[in-house]
């Protein structure tokens, strides 16, 4: 069965621009998560869909970010304009429901120069 | 917010060495995960543990949910559980907290 599928793998891009990753979960899966991981730190959530429903975004900064999971599978988080702050790995995560495990994709390392 | 605490923060072992790793919480929570961060960042499911003790070859982990702390065991390390080692928790309303982890290094 396959895993939690994220891309791209890696982002270069100057501040400013716009940028999207992807993520498409374990089939089956309800839940789906967005993680941003600062060198050095665990993960924080960004932010936390039930189907199609954004059941905790109160981490993600709403000025830039947004996401979206029309159809309650895959799921896309932008960011527009990026700022070189925003240089971390962009992790996304899959549950069969809100609260039994999660499984993580492999990540989106985004660079901002 | 619920606060994790994972010590120690860096730990250096000579291959075969046994360890524990230790993942402290604030509060009570609905569930725990360890995870093992390898160098290309992937985080890798070790234990989902809400309570009680669980073995999986050479890793076991138990969580006391009553003392709100939990352990990682590693026995006979070998150099490829060399990584970051994280503990998530879940409280009240399915919000995840992630400690700060614990940093592996296994010698040769």
């Known amino acids: 069965e396959a895993g939690v599928v994220q891309s791209p793998r890696y982002k270069i891009i100057e501040k400013k621009q716009p940028v999207a990753f992807w993520c498409n979960p374990i089939?089956?899966?309800?839940?789906l998560y967005w993680y941003l991981q600062n060198l050095g730190q665990g993960p924080e959530l960004l932010i936390r869909?039930?189907?199609?429903?954004?059941?905790?975004d109160s981490q993600l900064p709403k000025d830039r970010f947004s996401a979206e999971r029309l159809k309650g599978v895959d799921s896309t988080l932008k960011i527009q304009p990026a700022e070189l702050g925003d240089s971390a790995v962009y992790l996304c995560?899959?549950?069969?429901?809100?609260?039994?495990?999660?499984?993580f994709g492999p990540g989106t390392r985004l660079t901002v120069l | 917010g619920i606060q994790v605490e994972q010590s120690p923060p860096d730990l250096i072992l000579q291959e075969g060495a046994n360890s524990t790793l230790r993942c402290n919480f604030s509060?009570?929570?609905?569930?725990l995960q360890w995870f093992h961060q390898n160098p290309w960042g992937q985080l890798i499911n070790l234990f989902y543990?809400?309570?009680g003790t669980k073995q999986n070859g050479r890793l076991s982990a138990t969580t006391v949910a009553t003392e709100r702390y939990s352990l990682l065991y590693i026995s006979s390390s070998q150099t490829t559980d060399s990584g970051v080692y994280f503990c998530?928790?879940?409280?009240?309303?399915?919000?995840?907290?992630f400690g700060a982890g614990t940093r592996l290094f296994v010698k040769a």
């Open positions: 543990i809400p309570s």
């Open positions: 998530a928790v879940r409280g009240g309303g399915f919000k995840t907290i």
């Open positions: 089939s089956g899966h309800n839940t």
């Open positions: 509060d009570s929570v609905n569930n």
């Open positions: 995560a899959s549950s069969s429901t809100g609260g039994s495990e999660q499984f």
């Open positions: 869909y039930e189907n199609e429903e954004a059941v905790d």
